[in-house]
T-cell receptor
């Protein structure tokens, strides 16, 4: 049973370009979370999605960031017009049920975005 | 809003000793608390969950306590090994109206041979 798959593992973009990060949750998991981790900082929640629905995007910056989890295919975190401050590790996690229950999250290995 | 603190950024201990990591929280009464391990360049891995009505939880060399009066959880690794060197994160469940696990910044543990 494959774990949470994220790609690309490393992504380099120049300022102003777009970054697309993909996440395939574990089989049978319909809850997907995106977290951002800056160097020397903790994991910061960005968005929580279920299939075709954004449930909680309270951690997403208001501009340039968007997320989706379509009926078919992986979840996508999209960052438009990237700036150097977007450089970070972006982690996707999935769970079979929402965090209102036991809430154990299964994390991918992350996508490391570097903005030049 | 809820706040979670891990009071040591880094902890160095000798191999074979017991490592004790602390997680404190405020403005919250969580139904449970979780601990994760994160290795450099990797994603966090779930270790243990302890519920509010449990004083202690064990898994092999790991032990977690949960004191709801002190609003504190302690994470112990007994007979520590160099392979235990990693960053350990505690996490609180969502508050009312929220869906996010809130993570502490983590404690980087180094076990010295």
């Amino acid at each position: 049973n494959a774990g949470v798959m994220q790609n690309p593992r490393h992504l380099v973009r120049r300022r102003g370009q777009e970054a697309r990060l993909r996440c395939s949750p574990m089989k049978g998991h319909s809850h997907v979370y995106w977290y951002r981790q800056l160097p020397e900082e903790g994991l910061k929640f960005m968005v929580y999605l279920q299939k075709e629905n954004i449930i909680d995007e309270s951690g997403m910056p208001k501009e340039r960031f968007s997320a989706e989890f379509p009926k078919e295919g992986p979840s996508i975190l999209r960052i438009q017009q990237v700036v150097r401050g977007d450089s970070a590790a972006y982690f996707c996690a999935s769970s079979p049920t929402g965090t209102a229950n036991t809430g154990e999250l299964f994390f991918g290995e992350g996508s490391r975005l570097t903005v030049l | 809003s809820q706040k979670i603190e891990q009071n040591s950024e880094a902890l160095n201990i000798q191999e074979g000793k017991t490592a004790t990591l602390t997680c404190n929280y405020t403005n919250y009464s969580p139904a449970y608390l979780q601990w994760y391990r994160q290795d450099p360049g990797r994603g966090p891995v779930f270790l243990l969950l302890i519920r509010e009505n449990e004083k202690e939880k064990r898994k092999e060399r790991l032990k977690v306590t949960f004191d709801t009066t002190l609003k504190q959880s302690l994470f112990h690794i007994t007979a520590s090994q160099p392979a235990d060197s990693a960053t350990y994160l505690c996490a609180l469940p969502p508050g009312a109206g929220s869906y996010q696990l809130t993570f502490g910044k983590g404690t980087k543990l180094s076990v010295i041979p």
